[in-house]
């Protein structure tokens, strides 16, 4: 199975801050991870798949990238609806594994 | 498009609960899907994914042999069969549609999520 490592598994930040959260896979998984973004009490939401695609209609200050086997979900400026978990998903291979989650909270 | 999950509850240790996932506004068959589940205070677990037609299934390592999943697709229907249920699988149960996949390229995420349903198991 491919284990995905995600990092930091807390992040405190403050409105208008650049913060960045990597996740690394275990093998190659080409482009194949998705970013979710979850709420308290609330359903996952994707952001991203193929590691860089934003969804339609979510704020382009959301972005992804993707180096060799290390993938990164970068927010440009912090917002208030954006103080959630963040949650990577690579679905090259089943088990669609998920990586243990990084909670963005308020500094 | 909509997924709407049902069938939770609180259960005995090695007891049985069918889970449901309704879906309306796609078209069910063309789609694989997917059980997703997140215990109190923990991340994300993939636990099963069935394809569209229903004849590939797969299980993560700590349902197998425990779980089944399913799908009529003449209901719109997917199902999760839990036997042997075990205090670890007390979690919050979601579906969702699996990325849409074609000749080995993904157009998209798990895209569409139901509000998820709730499993106990305790004594």
């Given at each position: 199975?491919i284990?995905?490592?995600q990092?930091p598994s807390t992040?405190?930040a403050?409105?208008?801050?650049r913060?960045?959260?990597?996740?690394?896979?275990?093998?190659?998984?080409?482009s194949?991870l998705?970013?979710?973004?979850q709420?308290?009490?609330?359903?996952?939401k994707?952001?991203?798949?193929?590691?860089?695609?934003?969804?339609?209609?979510?704020?382009?200050?959301?972005?992804?990238?993707?180096?060799?086997?290390?993938?990164?979900?970068?927010?440009?400026?912090?917002?208030?609806?954006?103080f959630?978990?963040?949650?990577c998903?690579?679905?090259?291979s089943?088990?669609?594994?998920?990586g243990?989650?990084?909670?963005?909270?308020?500094k | 498009?909509?997924l709407?999950?049902?069938?939770?509850?609180?259960?005995?240790?090695?007891?049985?609960?069918?889970?449901?996932?309704?879906?309306?506004g796609?078209?069910?068959?063309?789609?694989?899907?997917?059980?997703?589940r997140?215990?109190?205070?923990?991340?994300?677990?993939w636990?099963s994914?069935?394809s569209?037609?229903g004849?590939?299934?797969?299980?993560?390592d700590?349902?197998k042999?425990?779980?089944?999943i399913?799908?009529?697709n003449?209901k719109?229907t997917?199902?999760?069969q839990?036997n042997?249920?075990?205090a670890?699988?007390?979690?919050?149960?979601?579906?969702a549609?699996?990325?849409?996949c074609s000749?080995?390229v993904?157009?998209t995420?798990?895209?569409?999520?139901?509000?998820?349903?709730?499993?106990?198991?305790?004594?």
């Amino acid at each position: 199975d491919i284990q995905m490592t995600q990092s930091p598994s807390t992040l405190s930040a403050s409105v208008g801050d650049r913060v960045t959260i990597t996740c690394r896979a275990s093998q190659s998984i080409s482009s194949w991870l998705a970013w979710y973004q979850q709420k308290p009490g609330k359903a996952p939401k994707l952001l991203i798949h193929k590691a860089s695609s934003l969804e339609t209609g979510d704020p382009s200050r959301f972005s992804g990238s993707a180096s060799g086997t290390e993938f990164t979900l970068t927010i440009s400026s912090l917002q208030p609806d954006d103080f959630a978990t963040y949650y990577c998903q690579q679905y090259n291979s089943y088990p669609y594994t998920f990586g243990q989650g990084t909670k963005l909270e308020i500094k | 498009v909509q997924l709407l999950e049902s069938g939770g509850g609180l259960v005995q240790p090695g007891g049985s609960l069918r889970l449901s996932c309704a879906a309306s506004g796609l078209t069910f068959s063309s789609h694989a899907i997917s059980w997703v589940r997140q215990a109190p205070g923990k991340g994300l677990e993939w636990v099963s994914g069935i394809s569209g037609t229903g004849a590939n299934t797969y299980y993560s390592d700590s349902v197998k042999g425990r779980f089944t999943i399913s799908r009529d697709n003449s209901k719109y229907t997917l199902y999760l069969q839990m036997n042997s249920l075990r205090a670890e699988d007390t979690a919050v149960y979601y579906c969702a549609k699996n990325p849409y996949c074609s000749s080995g390229v993904c157009y998209t995420g798990m895209d569409v999520w139901g509000q998820g349903t709730t499993v106990t198991v305790s004594s």
